[in-house]
Nanobody, 123 residues
Framework: QVQLAESGGGLVQAGGSLRLSCAASGRTFYQYALGWFRQAPGKEREFVAAISWSGFGVDYADSVKDRFTISRDIAKNTGYLQMNSLKPEDTAVYYC????????????????WGQGTQVTVSV
């Protein structure tokens, strides 16, 4: 069993930056892929970014490519999402998720989820 806890959300002006963290507990992150998803008010949850268990394979949604960076520290059992050049349309609850094996863009592939952290970007 893996428990995930996000932190780092908050209110930021457009153009600003935030770094989200996803702390895992219960078992090691080793050989577990990590994904970030988000859900804006009135919208379905959508894929943001994913990283392989090794940290060498990454994938991004087109909407965040070149602005967001996903990373992980296996020794700390923690994943990160660095968000730069934030836009009002990035406002959402951000969730981290984990799964054994390869990274995925598909929400239903992930077994473990955090409770989410709110990110609000003002104009």
């Amino acid at each position: 069993q893996v428990q995930l806890a996000e932190s780092g959300g908050g209110l930021v002006q457009a153009g600003g930056s935030l770094r989200l963290s996803c702390a895992a507990s219960g078992r090691t992150f080793y050989q577990y892929a990590l994904g970030w998803f988000r859900q804006a008010p009135g919208k379905e949850r959508e894929f943001v970014a994913a990283i392989s268990w090794s940290g060498f394979g990454v994938d991004y949604a087109d909407s965040v490519k070149d602005r967001f960076t996903i990373s992980r520290d296996i020794a700390k059992n923690t994943g990160y999402l660095q968000m730069n050049s934030l836009k009002p349309e990035d406002t959402a609850v951000y969730y981290c998720a984990s799964k054994p094996g390869a990274r995925s863009r598909t929400e239903s592939d992930y077994d473990y989820w955090g409770q989410g952290t709110q990110v609000t970007v003002s104009v």
